[in-house]
């Protein structure tokens, strides 16, 4: 049987390491408030000015985990690419990224699912490499959110979260008997909640898209309704939890590792403890790195296999929920 097989990873993240204390010089908190409502200490941004989109951020990540696969950008059958903060409006920042690797008439597929758009580019890869339309992928997630940061106390509670970062896996088709790779998924979307976490521009219904009333409402710059957002997220992530775990046919105890969006640490808490996952069996980076949205799960799976913390015949669930509301996970076993 065909596996859809995850064959090496790679990370990057710009220089400029933002404290929480670098970040009272734009508003009013402090490393206090900022740990107590999110768990961040700290995340990386792009340096004002610098001439970097997410492709560039995004390239860094690939090329480490193509040059680990042992793979030239040449082979590749397919690129996806998650992202919701694209280095153009059009065209998506997927066809930038295979220029620059040199992946010659490779196809780039651009998905824009925010939170979970690294889930969806598994269960996207992996259709394409069962269904026998591909045999090497370049997955990647990759964000540069600090550009459209409101920087004041006003809108502090998306300021302090969000941070740029790319995380890149490279997947293969892989002819096995074992039950290894991605075992199962299930992404679920809620549209009615669709306002909870949204940013206008550059899109907009109706009106012109830049004018002094979008300007003035400031539909440029992230909204969250934290409040609605964490409730969601603490009641839907167990529920697809136990979906996954139905579909693939194990208990919670069989998990060897969960890997959860790097939302807040508050939201990841809730459900390990809700769920009754030991601390060890879950893994949080967000204390270093903030919310990098498409770009969180690859990272810490990067990280993790890094570490050696991770070996043959472990059972890893990825799960996230976000801005959609799109919500959903994936188990996946070691080879």
């Known amino acids: 049987m065909i596996r859809s097989i995850i064959?090496?990873?790679g990370r990057y993240v710009p220089d400029r390491h933002v404290t929480n204390e670098d970040l009272t010089q734009y508003m009013d908190t402090s490393n206090e408030w900022i740990v107590q409502r999110t768990g961040i200490e700290a995340r990386y941004w792009v340096e004002e000015g610098e001439d970097v989109g997410a492709s560039d951020l995004a390239y860094e990540a690939s090329i480490i985990a193509l040059e680990r696969a042992g793979w030239s950008p040449e082979e590749l059958d397919l690129i996806v690419f998650a992202t919701m903060t694209p280095d153009v409006n059009v065209p998506g920042s997927g066809p930038f990224l295979q220029n620059r690797l040199g992946a010659k008439n490779v196809p780039a597929l651009d998905i824009r699912q925010q939170c979970t758009g690294f889930l969806h580019g598994l269960e996207i890869c992996d259709a394409y490499i069962k269904s026998g339309k591909a045999a090497k992928i370049l997955l990647v997630g990759a964000e540069f959110q600090s550009r459209y940061l409101e920087l004041t106390t006003e809108n502090r509670d998306t300021a302090v979260i969000f941070a740029d970062g790319a995380g890149?896996?490279?997947l293969e088709a892989v002819e096995s008997d074992a039950e290894?790779?991605?075992?199962t998924s299930i992404l679920h979307a809620d549209g009615r909640h669709s306002q909870a976490l949204r940013v206008g521009m550059p899109a907009r219904k109706s009106g012109k898209a830049i004018s002094p009333e979008v300007m003035a409402n400031k539909e440029h710059f992230p909204f969250m309704d934290g409040k609605t957002v964490f409730k969601l997220a603490v009641?839907?992530?167990?529920v697809v939890t136990e979906e996954l775990?139905?579909?693939a046919n194990i208990e919670i105890e069989d998990l060897d590792m969960v890997i959860p969006h790097q939302a807040n640490?508050?939201?990841n808490e809730a459900y390990r403890e809700r769920m009754g996952i030991p601390e060890e069996k879950m893994y949080n980076n967000i204390q270093q790195y903030g919310n990098t949205t498409a770009a969180t799960?690859?990272?810490a799976f990067d990280e993790l296999m890094e570490m050696k913390k991770l070996k043959s015949g472990d059972t890893i669930m990825f799960v996230g929920l976000g801005a959609g509301l799109t919500w959903?996970?994936?188990i996946y076993r070691m080879p």
């Open 180 to 183: 290894v790779g991605i075992i």
């Open 328 to 330: 959903g996970g994936v």
């Open 235 to 238: 009641t839907r992530l167990p």
């Open 245 to 247: 775990l139905s579909r």
């Open 265 to 267: 640490l508050r939201i």
């Open 7 to 9: 064959k090496s990873t």
């Open 297 to 299: 799960i690859p990272i």
């Open 168 to 170: 890149a896996v490279c």
